[in-house]
């Protein structure tokens, strides 16, 4: 296998890897707890999801051909806290990723040296699509926090429990 296609594979699997930590945070925390908020500046789970939901929607949809930043997008009304059901949270979640998941899916080797652009920066595609990792992995750690504080004894490690490192064996890409 080339480099390109490593590369292919290894971004498919890091978007893969985040979303899943974000479902499983997401399954463990009750609706109410999706909307808790430790005062008003600060951020819910659910304004977070809403916040990913319109970024990944802007920066994903025509991913090669149109800016990342679309004209539709209300970036500061992601931030509003609206109330919102479980269902309403996971059904954003699920379309924010769905849209990330198809285009990365579709990217060719070709892609990975092309150019686009995002409120009018240029970024390669490789750098593109580590930026949204990037971007996406600290929300979703936010998430993680988040959740488990609320949750507390009803948390389920996302990783390895505490005690376990010396029994754990990590699977080929963990």
């Known amino acids: 296998m080339n480099a390109s296609q490593l590369l292919l594979d290894s971004l498919r699997h890091r978007f893969r890897a985040i979303k899943e930590l974000g479902d499983k945070s997401l399954a463990q925390a009750t609706g109410e707890e999706l909307l808790w908020r430790s005062h008003e500046g600060t ?3 659910a304004i977070i999801v809403q916040h990913l939901h319109g970024n990944m929607l802007s920066r994903w949809t025509d991913f090669l051909t149109s800016d990342g930043d679309k004209p539709t997008r209300d970036r500061d009304a992601e931030f509003e806290h609206i109330p919102r059901s479980k269902g309403e949270v996971l059904f954003m979640w699920e379309e924010g990723w769905q ?3 198809e285009a990365v ?3 060719t080797e070709a892609d990975l040296t092309k150019t686009i652009v995002i409120r009018g920066q240029e970024l390669d595609v490789v750098d593109a699509c ?3 990792i990037a971007h996406y992995g600290y929300h979703i750690g936010q998430i993680v926090h988040i959740a488990k504080e609320r949750t507390r004894d ?3 490690t996302l990783s ?3 005690g376990e490192s010396k ?3 990590p699977g080929k890409r963990d």
């Open 43 to 45: 951020n819910s789970i």
């Open 99 to 101: 849209c990330v998941l």
């Open 105 to 107: 899916d579709t990217l």
């Open 130 to 132: 580590l930026r949204q």
């Open 154 to 156: 009803r948390w389920v």
């Open 160 to 162: 390895i429990a505490k």
């Open 167 to 169: 029994a754990y064996v």
